[in-house]
Structure formats: structure tokens, C-alpha cells
């Protein structure tokens, strides 16, 4: 579709500059000794209608992009041009021909005949001026297109990444699942199978939320009960676990996978660093149009500085930097012996 | 399968999950050639079997608390033979680095733990020299944090911040902390790689000196330098030591 045709205010802004135009062209005529009425008779009509002729520019653009080279460029503006200048002779003269016809500017019309070669080389200087107008509108629109291209990439990444990111099931939590398996098999062949039902629904569960864009908090919460379950056969009484959840919080819709992360990073570098263990701190709370989940875990004094732990954690904050913004924030606290990740979201339910 | 002569292979199980214990406890159960002579939860407990039972063979975790795996390794490595059970397949380099038997990750089946101790009893069976302690076992580049040092059956964990400085002293580097000296059987160039290089410097071919306990440096009348620490020692400072030490507290 033609850009200035296809958008009525676009048509008007056009329209309108060739009326300012035709005007300007006539000023200068009644300087030729025309008077104010006779010229603007003379030149407003046929502009007019020769600003139609002139949109056919567009078509030449489009034949020609800016990418075809000067010479090819210039050869199709002048041969266009030209047939635009014939286009206008004619209907310039027509035009004439009309007004000579009417008995009043009988008198004046030998003068309207002298204005033909200034009209005709205005009239070719235009179209040219429209050519030019029209590359412009063209190269602009090709701009906003790629812009907007642009715009759904990032849109589509962003969706990638989240997938990724969800989707990382920490192998170790496996193997060392499947060994405690493989312990129980022969001696309690019942625990063996109640940790293979456990591990299955935990699996199934996590995949399958990891295709989803929010959750409640109560599926959130079941889903850390039964990773929380296995982890108690691997570490027995040296994982113990602490809950104050308000109950009205449970509703709360929250993208899948934020709590997970955080309490297997309080297995993995506080309780599995303690030889008696300890117990995991969990806080969820709501605070008006603001929900806020922490988990609080012991660690060993002397542990090492975890240098493979920021992984999961990274991950989550990237996740909640990508769902809400700066609308989201999380912190995480290490003091000797505790080590504490906080996080704030906003509160949404549905309907 | 080794003949009735021979004495079992007397193994300790080195794990912080008891599942994983009873696990490697089922699959030599039946072996009458494995003698188990100790269960430890964590790495304290595996030096000091170490150094109360002299068990041939160590079935070793790597993730525990207190001491992981190489660190115990460190400590007795000169000791025991060592077979490595985890989870983590990357430490597998690592572990080969400190001559160890095998690594198994877990889960593995009684075959595959068979076919270790098999390996071991034959390495045991040459008689061939353990790695030795005191090799150093941590990643290249980033310096410990801490210094471990075994006494007997006991393991003192040490700051580095807390150590005022290494002395080398004929086969040990004696390591001086709070007013404590700690004998550790390495070289003094080992302990130098271990530590880090912004907070110790060499100011003596048998001195590494913490920067931090450093008072002043004194010259004393056969001309050399000297120096001074917060608790009052005095080291002897050589040329080239005295050197380095500028070239660390100019700007």
C-alpha cells in the first residue's frame, strides 16, 4: 500500500503542502504582471491534480531502492521526471485551453500561455522534490521495521533463555539421588521404592513447570516439600527444616522454580558442610501488594568461601530480573555461620 | 582373586551420607579379602583413622564437612592408597594428579568397586611408593585460605590470616601462629606456592614472612637487616629477601 495514500492525515499533510506550494508559485507569477486572482487560478488547479501524479514516485522507489547504484538511480529520477514534466504539459495546457474558453479571462489568456516554461521546469523540480520525499518515507518505514523485528527477538530470546534457565536440574541432586537408591535397594527395598516414587514426581513436576509462565506459591511449596523429602533420605536428621508460611500467601501467583534453587543452595553449601547438620529457615510472607520469601540456612565457620555456589542463585535473580524488572529484588546475606537469601516480588493473584 | 595367603585388604569407608556408607559396607560384605576397619562421617574422623588403624586403603568421598577429600588426602596421603567415590566428575584430573587408585562416580555398581580394589591390591602389592604428603592438591592460582596441619591422629586448621610466618626447618616448614609452632612435613617452596603471594613474601631462604605481623625492619651491627614483628621475634632479613620486601611496601 502506498505510505502517504494509505493513511488519511498523511494524504492531508500532503495536500496541504502542495497547496502552500502552489500559492508560493503563484506569488512569484504575479510578478509576471498577473494579477493575485488570475494566478492562483492559473497554477492551484492543475498542482493539484498533478500532486496525485506525482505519488506514482513511490512505484519508482520501489523499482529502485537506494541500493541500486547512483547511475541506475539517476537514469530512472530523470526518465521519470521527464515523463512527469509531459504529464504536466499536458494538463497545464488543457487547462488553459479551458480558461480561454471562459468569455471573462478572455483577455488575459496570451499572458497564461507566456507562464508555460517557468511552470513546466517548477513542475519537474517538484516531482523530483517528491521522488526524494518518497525515499525518505521509504527508508524510515524500513527503520521501524527492523526496530520492530528487533524488538520480537528480544522477545523471543528472553522466552528461550527462561526455558534454559528453568530447566536446569542440578545432575549431582541426581546422582547422588540414585545412589541413596541403590544404598536402600537391598536393605529397606520398601524406602528404595518410596524415594523412586518421590524422585519420579519430583522430576515430572519440575519439567512440567518449567513450561509454565507463573504458578501458585502452594505448587511452588509442594514442589520444595518433595525435593526437601529426598534430600532427608540422603542427610537423615542432619536436615532438618523450619516453615512460617502465612497461609494467605499461598495463592499468590509467582513464575515456577524461584524457591527450589534457593533451598537445594542451602543443602548443598550449608547443611552438607556440617557434620551434624542443621536446620533450613523458611519465611513467606505478605506485606500489602509485596510478597517476600526467605530462606535461612547455617554453614560451617571455617567452610571455604562457596565458589560454585552463586550458580543457582544467579539464575534466579536473572529470572526475576527478566519477569519483573527493577519491580523484583533479591538480596543475599552471609554472616559467619548463616547465610541468609531474601527476596521481594510483587503480589498477584488470579482474578 | 587373592589367594588365602595373602592378608585382607584393610579398607576404611570415608562418607558423610550414611546410604553411601551402607552401600560400599553391602558390596564388600561378601568379599572375605576386605577387612572394613573404620566408618568415618567427615574428614577429621578419616585422619584420625588414618593414624590410629593404618588402614591400606581409603574408600573417600570428596564433599564433606570440615575436610573434603583431597584435603584428608593432603594430610595422609603418604600413608594410605586412596580410591575417590563422588558424585562430581570433575575432580576425576585432580585426583590422578595425587596417584589416586581409582574414581568411581557415583552410582556405581559391586563390579565396578571389585575392579578398584583389584587395582589397589595390586598397586599395594608392588609396594609402590604413595604420592607422599604435603603434594599439593589445591587448583592452581588461588591460594588457600587456610593452612591444615596433622598431629597424630588430631588435624589443626589454621587461618592463614593467624600465621605470623613459615620457617623451613631440615625435612618440615614449621608454621608460627598466635604463639604456636605447627610442623608440617612439605618444603618451604610448597608451602610458598600455597599461600598467597600479596600477603607472604620470601624474606629468607628459610623465612616466609606474613606482612601483616611485620612491625619494622632494623639493621644490627654486622650491617643485616632484621626483621621486627608485632610480638616482639626478630628474623633475619637476607639480601635479596630485604630486596622483595621493599620493592612489596614501596607504592
Known amino acids: 500500500m502506498h505510505p502517504i495514500l494509505a493513511r488519511f492525515e498523511r494524504l492531508a499533510a500532503y495536500l496541504a503542502s502542495w497547496f502552500t506550494i502552489g500559492i508560493l508559485v503563484a506569488l512569484v507569477i504575479t510578478r509576471q504582471g498577473l494579477s493575485w486572482p488570475e494566478a492562483l487560478v492559473l497554477v492551484l488547479p492543475p498542482l493539484l491534480v498533478y500532486a496525485f501524479v506525482c505519488l506514482s514516485a513511490w512505484y519508482v522507489c520501489r523499482a529502485m531502492p537506494l541500493t541500486s547504484g547512483l547511475p541506475a538511480l539517476l537514469t530512472a529520477s530523470i526518465a521519470a521526471a521527464a515523463f512527469a514534466g509531459g504529464f504536466w504539459m499536458a ?32 513542475a519537474v523540480m517538484l516531482f523530483l522534490l517528491v521522488l526524494s520525499l518518497h525515499y525518505v518515507v521509504l527508508a524510515f518505514e524500513a527503520f521501524r521495521a527492523a526496530e520492530h ?22 545432575p549431582h541432586f541426581l546422582y547422588n539421588s540414585l545412589n541413596s ?18 524422585l519420579a514426581d519430583f522430576l515430572r513436576t519440575t519439567l512440567h513447570m518449567s513450561t509454565l509462565d507463573q504458578i501458585s506459591l502452594q505448587d511452588e511449596l509442594t514442589l520444595a516439600d518433595r525435593f526437601l523429602s529426598i534430600e532427608q533420605v540422603r542427610f537423615g536428621s542432619r536436615l532438618r527444616v523450619e516453615r512460617h508460611v502465612d497461609e494467605d500467601t499461598t495463592a499468590c501467583r509467582v513464575p515456577p522454580l524461584l524457591l527450589q534453587p534457593l533451598l537445594e543452595n542451602a543443602v548443598a553449601h550449608g547443611i552438607a558442610g556440617l557434620v551434624d547438620g542443621g536446620v533450613i529457615r523458611l519465611e513467606i510472607h505478605r506485606d500489602r501488594d509485596r ?4 530462606v535461612e540456612n547455617p554453614r560451617d565457620v571455617d567452610a571455604p568461601w562457596p565458589t560454585r555456589g552463586g550458580v543457582g542463585l544467579d539464575n534466579v535473580r536473572r529470572r526475576l530480573a527478566v519477569v519483573f524488572g527493577v519491580n523484583a529484588q533479591m538480596e543475599a546475606v552471609a554472616t559467619p555461620g548463616r547465610f541468609r537469601v531474601m527476596m521481594s516480588l510483587p503480589w498477584g493473584t488470579d482474578g | 582373586m587373592a589367594d588365602m595367603q595373602t592378608p585382607p585388604l584393610r579398607v576404611a569407608i570415608v562418607d558423610d551420607e550414611p546410604l553411601a556408607r551402607a552401600v560400599l559396607r553391602e558390596y564388600v560384605a561378601s568379599d572375605p579379602a576386605i577387612e572394613v576397619v573404620a566408618e568415618c562421617a567427615n574428614g577429621f574422623e578419616a585422619v584420625k583413622a588414618v593414624a590410629e588403624l593404618r588402614p591400606d586403603l581409603l574408600l573417600l568421598d570428596v564433599q564433606m564437612p570440615k575436610l573434603d577429600g583431597f584435603e584428608v588426602m593432603e594430610l595422609v596421603g603418604r600413608d594410605v592408597a586412596v580410591v575417590f567415590t563422588t558424585a562430581y566428575d570433575e575432580y576425576a584430573i585432580r585426583a590422578f594428579d595425587i596417584h589416586a587408585v581409582d574414581y568411581l562416580l557415583k552410582p556405581f555398581s559391586a563390579d565396578r568397586l571389585r575392579a578398584a580394589l583389584d587395582r589397589a591390591r595390586e598397586r599395594i602389592g608392588r609396594q609402590e611408593p604413595p604420592p607422599g604428603a604435603g603434594l599439593s592438591t589445591r587448583t592452581p592460582g588461588t591460594p588457600s585460605h587456610r593452612v591444615l596441619v596433622r598431629d597424630g591422629p588430631k588435624v589443626h586448621v589454621i587461618p592463614v590470616e593467624k600465621i605470623d610466618y613459615v620457617q623451613a626447618q631440615d625435612d618440615y616448614v614449621c608454621f608460627r601462629s598466635e604463639g604456636q609452632d605447627y610442623l608440617k612435613d612439605q618444603t618451604l617452596a610448597q608451602a610458598e606456592a600455597a599461600l598467597d603471594p600479596a600477603r607472604f613474601v620470601r624474606i629468607h631462604r628459610s623465612y616466609l614472612l606474613n606482612l601483616h ?39
Open chain 2, 213 to 251: 605481623s611485620l612491625t619494622r625492619v632494623d639493621v644490627d651491627a654486622r650491617e643485616n637487616h632484621v626483621a621486627v614483628l608485632t610480638d616482639g621475634h626478630r628474623l633475619p632479613v637476607s639480601r635479596a629477601g630485604y630486596a622483595r620486601l621493599t620493592s612489596r611496601l614501596q607504592p
Open chain 1, 181 to 198: 537408591i541403590s544404598a536402600l535397594t537391598s536393605g529397606d527395598p520398601g524406602a528404595a521404592r518410596r524415594m523412586c516414587l518421590l
Open chain 1, 291 to 294: 510478597l517476600t520469601i526467605a
Open chain 1, 149 to 170: 523485528q528487533q524488538l520480537e527477538l528480544q522477545v523471543l530470546s528472553r522466552d528461550a533463555e527462561l526455558r534454559a534457565l528453568r530447566a536446569q536440574i542440578n
Open chain 1, 91 to 122: 494538463l497545464s495546457q488543457t487547462w488553459i485551453g479551458i480558461l480561454e474558453s471562459l468569455p471573462a479571462l478572455g483577455a488575459t489568456t496570451e499572458r497564461f500561455r507566456e507562464q508555460s516554461p517557468y511552470l513546466l521546469v517548477v
